[in-house]
């Protein structure tokens, strides 16, 4: 037998050894029982949390205090924005009562809002919120505060409140969205603006709609959001619009396509010799109330005439000026 042809058999026969005795060993090993590494239990996750909860900004009619303000910062010489980690000079020291570890909100009221979203007179303005500083040095007069939370860039002038005390409402099991859902009937207002502006709106985005302590809305509360049925386009475009009322504007009868083709326009009357129905014509027999259900929101803070929310689901993108109803 050559060297070759032993080496082959040697090999193979070794290899087969192997391979049975490893499926013997797996054979005899038990099958490990699946164990849970993470539990998430949803029934207690917030809805709400850090930058959604803090920094969601809110829209009031009441006054603001103007006393208090980031009015240095250690690298003033080098930058004129300020962010996490950065310590800056605040107008409050010993003889306000400051202490070291106090903590504080930094806000910065951006104007009053002005909307066509809204039926309501004078919403109030609109305040930003920028996140949070910690007090690590007292003097007389001033301190220094470290940067600990920023949602934004801080700048010298943004004001100084104590933290709100805020608890996000919990995860709630709830059934399915269901978009051709009929009107509950309860209050109903609208999204008259987005954080930072947004017009196109997703999952977790933070909305202002004009329902408030006056409507008795309260945070927590779920609300569905919806628009008219054929509304909500995010192109312009003009009403009567559609293939249905095409008789002019074909170069001929030819690239029309014919007189019974899919571009055909339809006639009314019983024999079809009337006048050519429209898509605006075509809708005007059915029910005015018919809408789209495009999501769904929470209230997390509450003013007088308005509320923070964010959305916690979407069928599609949604846009100020949506209506919000509560279920």
Request: aromatic share 8%; glycine share 8%; net charge neutral.
């Amino acid at each position: 037998m050559s060297f070759q042809k032993f080496y082959t058999m040697s090999f193979g026969t070794l290899f087969l050894v192997v391979f049975i005795s490893a499926a013997s060993v797996l054979a005899q090993k038990p099958t490990p029982t699946p164990q849970l590494i993470i539990n998430r239990d949803t029934r207690q996750m917030p809805v709400a949390t850090r930058n959604n909860l803090y920094c969601a900004g809110y829209v009031e009619t009441g006054t603001v205090n103007t006393a208090n303000e980031i009015v240095g910062a250690e690298l003033e010489q080098e930058k004129h924005i300020f962010a996490q980690g950065d310590n800056v000079y605040i107008s409050m020291g010993a003889s306000s009562g400051v202490k070291v570890g106090d903590m504080l909100s930094v806000i910065r009221p951006r104007g009053r809002v002005e909307t066509r979203w809204t039926n309501k007179r004078n919403l109030g303005f609109y305040v930003q919120e920028v996140g949070a500083v910690e007090v690590v040095n007292v003097k007389g007069d001033v301190s220094v505060a470290r940067i600990v939370s920023s949602c934004d860039n801080f700048l010298l002038g943004d004001l100084l409140q104590p933290i709100p005390a805020r608890t996000s409402p919990i995860f709630q099991q709830r059934p399915m969205l269901n978009l051709f859902a009929d009107s509950s009937g309860k209050t109903s207002g609208r999204i008259f603006m987005a954080r930072d502006g947004k017009e196109l709106l997703g999952r977790e985005e933070v909305v202002y709609i004009d329902l408030g302590a006056e409507d008795n809305v309260k945070v927590g509360d779920y609300m569905t959001i919806y628009r008219p049925l054929g509304t909500g386009n995010i192109v312009d475009r003009e009403a009567d619009e559609s293939v249905s009322a095409r008789e002019e504007g074909f170069q001929s009868e030819e690239y029309r396509g014919g007189k019974f083709s899919n571009q055909a326009p339809r006639k009314s009357g019983n024999q079809a010799t009337g006048r050519i129905v429209t898509t605006e014509k075509a809708k005007q027999g059915r029910p005015k109330n018919l809408r789209n259900v495009v999501g769904e929101l929470v209230i997390v803070n509450v003013k007088e005439k308005t509320a923070t929310a964010v959305i916690t689901r979407t069928a599609q993108e949604i846009h100020p000026g949506d209506r919000v109803e509560l279920q």
